[in-house]
């Protein structure tokens, strides 16, 4: 059986993915770690409507390193190890100019996207190494291609670290037949976003070659392959999903 870790599972992006793999035919027997920091009625609705996927919700505030702590050792006591991750989870979206700069602000939003993660691999990828399969997908942006957007000081500087983080986990790992890879999307419209003008995502749609945003289900169809067994020979890539806006 599969056993798919989703850190940052009750996001936009997360539930679409749950609902996806109701919907699969073709993933064989698996079952999902789900995790969450809030419980919202819509992540609540869909764990309880799920019929084809045994679904366990698992609580957790990664900006706390004893909260990361437990979820492994949940992990580890459950189901010894995952055989997937996907890894979405964030705080959130704010603009922030370097002036403004922030540490304690940063080294939380840190703590929540690349410490966290770096933990899970640390006690994850071993066992993915021994048994010589394994699939990790990470959400980056396409703020990591090209010159990235002003004023959002704190969100580049933990994607491109989660980036290196990506990297050097890969540069281990590729040989032990685990794929290990990222997805840079444009804006997609969650409520990730909802912090966000709705001017900022009009003119970021107008700016885009196809003259709109990303869609979940072009986000939803990346991951899909990231972490599907058709995917053999990808590792340490970063999907560029920004629709020809942003060319390396």
Partial sequence: MKTILILGASSDIGMAYIKELENASDFGEIRVIAHYRTMTQRFEELIASAKNVPIEAVRADLSQPEQVGHLIHHMKDRYTAPTHILHLAAGGFRHMRLRQ???????????????????????????????????????????????????????????????GLIKAA???????????????????????????????????????????????????????????????????????????????
């Fill in 170 to 248: 890969a540069a281990e790992y590729c040989e032990k037949g685990i794929c290990i890879n990222g997805l840079s999307p444009a804006m997609v419209e969650t409520k990730f976003l909802d912090g966000v003008d709705s001017q900022v995502m009009e003119i970021a749609a107008q700016n885009s070659p196809l003259k709109r945003n990303v869609k979940l289900a072009e986000v939803i169809a990346a991951i899909k392959f990231l972490l599907s067994d058709e995917n053999t020979y990808m590792c340490g890539t970063n999907i560029n999903l920004s629709g020809g806006g942003a060319l390396m």
């Fill in 101 to 163: 700069f922030d540490g304690a602000l940063i080294r939380e939003e840190m703590e929540i996207q690349v410490y966290s993660l770096a933990e899970v691999l640390k006690a994850f990828l071993p066992v993915m190494a021994k048994n010589r399969y394994g699939r990790v997908a990470v959400m980056l942006t396409a703020y990591t291609f090209g010159i990235p957007p002003k004023f959002v000081t704190d969100y580049v500087i933990c994607k491109y670290a989660l980036l």
